[in-house]
């Protein structure tokens, strides 16, 4: 059944504004990480994806950076639209490893206000 | 990107009845299915795992037997909810791996179950 109480941490922006979703990840062993974007009631959209050899890596608007040290990753968004609002997850995997099943995130709520 | 389609995009069904829901990959194959379902302002929670021509792979917690798993071919995986009771009310979402596509999971719309 449903948990009682359990809420998204919210991220609440102005239109036009950049914005930052965070991620801290469990599994030292991660060597693969994904964010994806949920929309009401939809499926997991696939954002951008960065391998641990690397500490960033930006595509169209996104940009993803890895923080292996302190096992943190995050997000950025820029110029945010009404369309980024949406849950966003992280995903963690060990790419190498002989399942690679995803671990997600908890997710954060992204409030984009006109 | 790759496509995953996902049948039906709701359904609502008496206590008891057995609900089956389609995950196809439409424009790839589909070596890995997985099958994950997600309580409202939770993150997704995976309920098995299954690989073509195999038996599915269950999480911990997670029934067989009440939820029954076919990936009968590289395009497609089933899921049914057999006897389903009001608390299997939930968003079931399907995704799909291919390898030649990293190991990025793609995943469907998602099915709304509301089980009266």
């Known amino acids: 059944g449903e948990s009682v109480g359990l809420h998204l941490p919210t991220l609440s922006v102005q239109e036009g504004d950049n914005s930052i979703i965070n991620c801290a990840y469990s599994?030292?062993?991660?060597?693969?990480f994904i964010w994806y974007k949920q929309e009401s009631g939809k499926g997991p959209q696939f954002i951008i994806d960065i391998r641990s050899n690397m500490d960033k890596r930006q595509g169209q608007r996104v940009t993803v950076l890895l923080n292996k040290t302190v096992k943190h990753l995050s997000l950025q968004i820029a110029a945010t639209q009404p369309g980024d609002s949406a849950v966003y997850f992280c995903?963690?995997?060990?790419?190498?490893?002989?399942?690679?099943?995803?671990?997600f995130g908890k997710g954060t709520k992204l409030s984009v206000k006109p | 990107g790759a496509v995953v389609s996902q049948h039906p995009s709701r359904v609502i069904c008496k206590s008891g009845t057995s609900v089956k829901i389609e995950c196809r990959s439409l424009?790839?194959?589909?070596?890995?299915m997985f099958w994950y379902r997600q309580f409202p302002k939770q993150s997704l929670m995976l309920m098995a795992t299954?690989?073509?021509?195999?038996?599915?792979?269950?999480e911990q917690g997670v029934e067989k037997d009440k939820f029954l798993i076919n990936h009968a071919s590289l395009t497609l995986s089933t899921l049914t909810v057999t006897s389903a009771h009001p608390e299997d009310s939930s968003f079931y979402i399907c995704s799909a791996r291919d390898f030649t596509l990293k190991n990025i999971q793609y995943f469907g719309a998602g099915t709304r179950l509301s089980v009266l």
């Open positions: 599994n030292s062993a991660s060597d693969y």
């Open positions: 299954s690989n073509e021509g195999s038996k599915a792979t269950y």
């Open positions: 424009d790839f194959q589909a070596t890995t």
């Open positions: 995903a963690e995997t060990d790419y190498g490893g002989s399942q690679g099943n995803l671990i």
